[in-house]
C-alpha cells in the first residue's frame, strides 16, 4: 500500500539547516506531483513547496531562496533542504502525494 514516511526534523538555532526526507512506497514518486507542506501550532496546514512529475518546482513566498524541493528517483524519495532557518519556520513537516496521501509528520524546531 502507499506509504510516506518523513525523517529529518528536529531543534536548530535560526541561521542553521536542515534536510528534511520522504521516503516513499507502494507507488513511484516521479510519476506524481509531490508536497511539503508544514503545520504551525494553532494555524492550517499550508504548502510549501511543490515538485511536479517533469521536475518543475514552485515555492511559498515565505520559503523562495531559502528551501530546495528535490527527488532522488532511485531512492523513490523526497527532500527538502530547508536553509536560513527562523523561528516562524517551526512546525510539523508534511509529505504528501498529489492531492491524497499525506505522511505522519516530522517536527521542526527553530529555536535558540
Known amino acids: 500500500q502507499v506509504q510516506l514516511v518523513e525523517s529529518g526534523g528536529g531543534l536548530v538555532q535560526p541561521g542553521g539547516s536542515l534536510r528534511l526526507s520522504c521516503a516513499a512506497s507502494g507507488f513511484t514518486v516521479s510519476s506524481y506531483a509531490m508536497g511539503w507542506y508544514r503545520q504551525a501550532p494553532g494555524a492550517q496546514r499550508v504548502l510549501v513547496a511543490v515538485i511536479s512529475s517533469l521536475g518543475l518546482t514552485n515555492y511559498a513566498d515565505s520559503v523562495k531562496g531559502r528551501f530546495i524541493i528535490s527527488r532522488d528517483n532511485a531512492k523513490n524519495t523526497i527532500y527538502l533542504q530547508m536553509n536560513s532557518l527562523k523561528p516562524e519556520d517551526t512546525a510539523v513537516y508534511y509529505c504528501?502525494?498529489?492531492?491524497?496521501?499525506w505522511g505522519s509528520g516530522t517536527q521542526v524546531t527553530v529555536s535558540s
Open positions: 504528501r502525494r498529489g492531492t491524497s496521501q
